[in-house]
């Protein structure tokens, strides 16, 4: 059994249970074939705390090792806060590369009316309560973008353990291992990239890129879904 750890970040304690009932049931009662490919994964819910700060906030997120987020568009009956759904949505963009988000709300007509967000990760808050192929859809989608947020993370970095033995051969090769260093250790930290001064000495950075790929590699800092 594979579980993937679903952030909920929403200001009503008594939504926040109800979505973690729905992500405890998965995809069941999906079709055949849903059913048998997805059946094998589990998604464990995991609250966020609300915060004054929203860089506070997306640490949180960072240190709960979270592989997905459901967040609630308006926040709004939280006066603490300057910030609404989106707004965390896309600081997530900007620290995790290619982050899973999903946008859960009662207000779809005023998020289109007023932001610019992907349809496809937009569902309805009602419908995924009361409509079972509403709630396998969503839990299916976040299944599926969680695969691969992982798989390319693979990727990267069986591109990168292929180019490490020809650093230095060239300047493009050189670029190429800065490049895939940098989007492994954003998409899983968002905050441990090397500045711009050090990427520029291409020894002494690509001397770190081994050690540090060789402590992600044993602390496990990510888990490689082979499938």
């Not at 967040?71 to 006066?79: A, F, T």
């Not at 905050?191 to 020894?203: G, V």
Request: negative net charge.
């Amino acid at each position: 059994m594979t579980t993937f750890n679903i952030g909920i970040l929403d200001d009503n304690a008594a939504k926040v249970t109800q979505i973690m009932t729905k992500l405890s049931e998965g995809v069941r009662d999906a079709d055949t074939g849903k059913t048998a490919k997805y059946h094998e994964y589990t998604l464990r819910p995991v609250e966020i705390t609300i915060r004054e700060s929203i860089e506070a906030l997306i640490e949180e997120i960072i240190n709960k090792e979270i592989d997905c987020m459901i967040i609630d568009y308006k926040l709004n009956s939280n006066e603490i806060i300057n910030y609404n759904g989106i707004k965390v949505a896309n600081l997530l963009y900007d620290t995790l590369y290619d982050f899973p988000i999903f946008i859960l709300t009662s207000y779809e007509d005023d998020l289109f009316n007023n932001e610019t967000y992907d349809a496809y990760k937009i569902f309805n808050f009602g419908r995924y309560l009361s409509e079972k192929m509403e709630r396998i859809e969503l839990n299916f989608k976040i299944i599926e973008q969680v695969r691969k947020y992982k798989k390319q993370l693979l990727l990267w970095e069986q591109e990168l353990l292929k180019l490490l033995p020809h650093k230095g051969k060239s300047v493009e090769i050189d670029s190429q291992i800065i490049e895939l260093d940098t989007k492994i250790e954003k998409s899983i930290n968002g905050k441990s990239t090397l500045s711009k001064k050090e990427k520029i000495d291409f020894s002494n950075k690509l001397d770190k890129i081994i050690s540090r790929l060789d402590n992600l590699i044993r602390e496990g800092n990510y888990e490689q879904d082979k499938k």
